[in-house]
């Protein structure tokens, strides 16, 4: 296969993955976002900047989860001259935040394409003051939706993201870690490392390789949901 061959298939491939991932993203055309003919032109140009902003934001917690990585395989570096563990420090918080604002993006997109009524300010899942919550609109508005984001919401996997990591490094501290590295002389060499972050229970670390997992539990929830919004509201069909 010459190299024009392999760019062409890269480029299916690529754009076979991304109509799974997205079926509201259209590659090769002026304007990349399905149009939504139940929204008015207002509503929609409100919900293509959210639907934006999500796809970037997994975006981000791809590109610093693969920072996060490459910080455990560095050789030959000097920590007297470059605090790696203030820099992974960086990362980690950048990482958690980015993954849980997702999820709160996608509540906006929510309250757009199922026209909720609630002020940006307004949207929440479990609802403020005297506001509802997504999780109460959407049992009427998109019952199969609903279903779907409370189950993921309540799941484990969001527990740890939301209230083990993110809450930790945005409201007390930096997140505890341990690593094993090996070394020689007055010059630090990592051959093989291996980063974990701690738990508060002995012996539940989590090493960072993991955290990838987080980012595609991440990115299927947001698919999902985008493919719910690929069909018509109730009403609308």
Request: net charge negative.
């Given at each position: 296969m010459n190299s024009e061959e392999q760019s062409e298939k890269g480029r299916r491939r690529e754009a076979g993955n991304g109509s799974q991932r997205d079926p509201l993203y259209v590659l090769h055309v002026e304007?990349?976002?399905?149009?939504?003919p139940w929204l008015e032109e207002q509503e929609q140009n409100n919900w293509e900047v959210f639907h934006r902003t999500a796809r970037s934001k997994i975006e981000a917690a791809a590109h610093f989860w693969a920072l996060i990585i490459g910080m455990t395989k560095l050789q030959h570096v000097d920590l007297s001259m470059f605090n790696a563990d203030t820099a992974l420090n960086?990362?980690?918080d950048v990482f958690f935040y980015e993954l849980v604002s997702t999820f709160d993006v996608l509540l906006q997109e929510m309250n757009v394409v199922y026209e909720c009524g609630l002020a940006a300010e307004e949207v929440s899942w479990e609802g403020m003051k005297d506001k509802q919550g997504m999780t109460v609109l959407l049992q009427t508005k998109a019952p199969e939706l609903h279903k779907l984001v409370a189950g993921e919401y309540g799941g484990e996997v969001f527990r740890d993201i939301r209230r083990c990591w993110r809450n930790i490094a945005a409201h007390r501290h930096h997140i505890s870690k341990v690593s094993c590295a090996s070394g020689w002389g007055g010059e630090f060499i990592r051959e093989e490392s291996t980063v974990e972050l701690m738990r508060n229970e002995p012996g539940d670390n989590l090493d960072v390789s993991k955290l990838r997992d987080y980012v595609n539990f991440v990115a299927d929830l947001a698919s999902k949901v985008w493919h719910?919004?690929?069909?018509?509201?109730?009403g609308e069909k």
């Amino acid at each position: 296969m010459n190299s024009e061959e392999q760019s062409e298939k890269g480029r299916r491939r690529e754009a076979g993955n991304g109509s799974q991932r997205d079926p509201l993203y259209v590659l090769h055309v002026e304007w990349p976002f399905k149009k939504l003919p139940w929204l008015e032109e207002q509503e929609q140009n409100n919900w293509e900047v959210f639907h934006r902003t999500a796809r970037s934001k997994i975006e981000a917690a791809a590109h610093f989860w693969a920072l996060i990585i490459g910080m455990t395989k560095l050789q030959h570096v000097d920590l007297s001259m470059f605090n790696a563990d203030t820099a992974l420090n960086w990362y980690l918080d950048v990482f958690f935040y980015e993954l849980v604002s997702t999820f709160d993006v996608l509540l906006q997109e929510m309250n757009v394409v199922y026209e909720c009524g609630l002020a940006a300010e307004e949207v929440s899942w479990e609802g403020m003051k005297d506001k509802q919550g997504m999780t109460v609109l959407l049992q009427t508005k998109a019952p199969e939706l609903h279903k779907l984001v409370a189950g993921e919401y309540g799941g484990e996997v969001f527990r740890d993201i939301r209230r083990c990591w993110r809450n930790i490094a945005a409201h007390r501290h930096h997140i505890s870690k341990v690593s094993c590295a090996s070394g020689w002389g007055g010059e630090f060499i990592r051959e093989e490392s291996t980063v974990e972050l701690m738990r508060n229970e002995p012996g539940d670390n989590l090493d960072v390789s993991k955290l990838r997992d987080y980012v595609n539990f991440v990115a299927d929830l947001a698919s999902k949901v985008w493919h719910e919004f690929d069909k018509a509201p109730a009403g609308e069909k």
